[in-house]
């Protein structure tokens, strides 16, 4: 089971052989979300492991089942202490830490939100352009707010300091990520990651993830005004801005804003490579594959695990 587990990690690390700038950005997404999810899978696999089959090892019962409590009966007596707890407690704790990630990040999701609609409920002036709401300050604002019923939020400044072109491709930008469901995928992603987080290089792979969703707003951007130039300049100057006092939310600045500019300005460079694109879709469907494959054998561990624990037998006899 051990060299099972290390050969699927590895299989999380391979996207790292790919080049980062060679892939459509979609085939990022994609190829992201499913190292995240799938390092999510190992997560909870493993902790079913620890909390199910564990237990029923000879060494975990020469290692915990110390009868301290039957030693020195004063630990039992005054503060009903048994030394079993301590194996127990052992087993529980990993899915206790998983419970709880995941209610952090949750409750962080709905946080967000009531803050979104908070801050839009105080601030908003008004409709404003492509079916867009307006929101006072100076600063360059121009962002997608909400996952459900995503709106288009641009600020004052944004209006004053955006010219007809980068203001149309700012709009665009944002209605891209609405367009292909981002917030979803975002969503997804960060629940993953709260699941996967103890794992080295699921942070990493969040970010990545992130990178892909903003490159894929930018060409949707693109493909619909025509004028790379015009957002990367918008992108320029939400950047240079202060954050919004609002929700914290990134706005056309983003992720990786260098790199992304990089990729406006120079176009030849935003077209992905054929041999590389391949090879990425090819190791999108094996991912997903596995993914598929974990999501099915799960509840038939957990189901086999829960046996093996009552074949382990009763709890373990403590003689003083």
């Known amino acids: ?9 590895a299989a999380t690390a391979s996207p790292y052989l790919l080049p980062r700038d060679a892939l459509a950005p979609l085939t ?23 909390i199910l089959y564990l237990p029923a090892t000879q060494v975990f019962q020469l290692t915990t089942h110390w009868c301290i409590h ?4 004063f630990f039992a007596t005054h503060l009903g202490f048994s030394g079993h707890r301590l194996g127990d407690a052992a087993t529980l704790l990993p899915g206790f830490v998983l419970g709880l990630s995941l209610i952090w990040a949750v409750f962080a999701v709905w946080r967000t939100a009531r803050t979104v609609r908070r801050w839009l409920h105080g601030n908003c002036l008004g409709e404003g352009p492509r079916q867009s709401l307006i929101v006072g ?43 292909h469901r981002h917030p979803y995928l975002a969503l ?19 970010g990545r993830l992130r990178f892909c969703l903003e490159r894929d707003a930018d060409e949707y951007a693109v493909d619909r005004v025509g004028d790379p130039v015009a957002l990367a300049s918008a992108i320029c100057k939400a950047a240079a801005d202060q954050p919004p006092t609002g929700p914290a939310m990134a706005g056309l600045a983003g992720v990786g804003t260098a790199a992304r500019l990089r990729f406006l300005l120079d176009r030849t460079k935003a077209r992905p490579r054929a041999g ?14 596995l993914v598929l494959l974990m999501a099915a054998a799960t509840p038939a561990l ?10 382990a037998g009763a709890v373990h006899p403590c003689q003083s």
Do not use: N
């Open 188 to 206: 997804a992603g960060s629940v993953a990651f709260a699941l996967a987080r103890v794992l080295p290089g699921s942070k990493d792979a969040l």
């Open 137 to 179: 300050g100076s600063d360059v604002v121009v962002v997608a707010a909400g996952i459900r019923d995503a709106k288009v939020v641009i600020s004052t400044g944004a209006l004053a300091k955006l010219d007809e072109q980068e203001l149309a491709a700012g709009l665009e930008h944002e209605r891209g990520h609405i367009a």
């Open 276 to 289: 590389v694109e391949l090879a990425g879709r090819s190791l999108v469907v094996a991912l997903v594959a």
């Open 70 to 73: 039957a030693v020195v009966p």
């Open 302 to 311: 957990a189901q086999a695990g829960v046996a093996s624990v009552g074949r």
């Open 28 to 50: 990022g997404v994609a190829l992201w979300l499913s190292v995240l999810v799938l390092r999510a899978l190992l997560v909870v696999v493993g902790a079913l492991v620890l």
């Open 1 to 9: 089971m051990i060299v099972l587990a290390g050969l699927l990690l």
